[in-house]
């Protein structure tokens, strides 16, 4: 119980992410910083990319490859102009997006910071509740132990 209590308290919405484009190779990457203990439990489980506003493709994923980040390719054919979107989203909790838009030189690159945006459903919030009120019974257990010693 104390590990699920771990991990959910750790639990975070995704972020930040940096995209780069390159017009010579029409390749879009990904990449959004995702700190996490247990990779297979709580990890980016989807990317989905948008052109124009208009869904082009969407990854899944079942884990996550490393405990601090996730980097995925694209094959996109984008313009001058064209608006590049990505949304990462957590297992756990929340999502991160941005967007470029097209641009010469050969490569685009964003290097503002997403901003993060998360929700927690109910099973969630039961949880943490839940963790948060076995946490405080050790506490205070601990606590008694202390002052019958």
Do not use: W
């Amino acid at each position: 119980m104390l590990a699920s209590q771990i991990s959910v308290a750790d639990a975070h919405t995704p972020g930040p992410m940096t995209l780069d484009y390159n017009t010579s190779t029409d390749i879009l990457t990904v990449t959004v910083t995702h700190v996490t203990a247990d990779v297979n439990t709580h990890y980016i489980y989807e990317i989905v990319i948008e052109k124009n506003s208009v869904q082009i493709d969407i990854q899944t994923y079942t884990s996550q490859s490393s405990a601090s980040q996730v980097v995925e390719t694209f094959t996109v054919t984008a313009v001058d102009g064209d608006i590049l979107k990505a949304t990462a989203k957590c297992s756990v909790s929340g999502q991160v997006s941005n967007q470029i838009t097209v641009t010469d030189p050969a490569t685009t690159s964003s290097s503002t910071t997403a901003t993060t945006s998360g929700t927690l459903d109910n099973t969630t919030m039961t949880l943490l509740i839940g963790g948060s009120i076995v946490a405080i019974g050790i506490v205070l257990v601990v606590v008694i132990v202390i002052k019958r010693r």
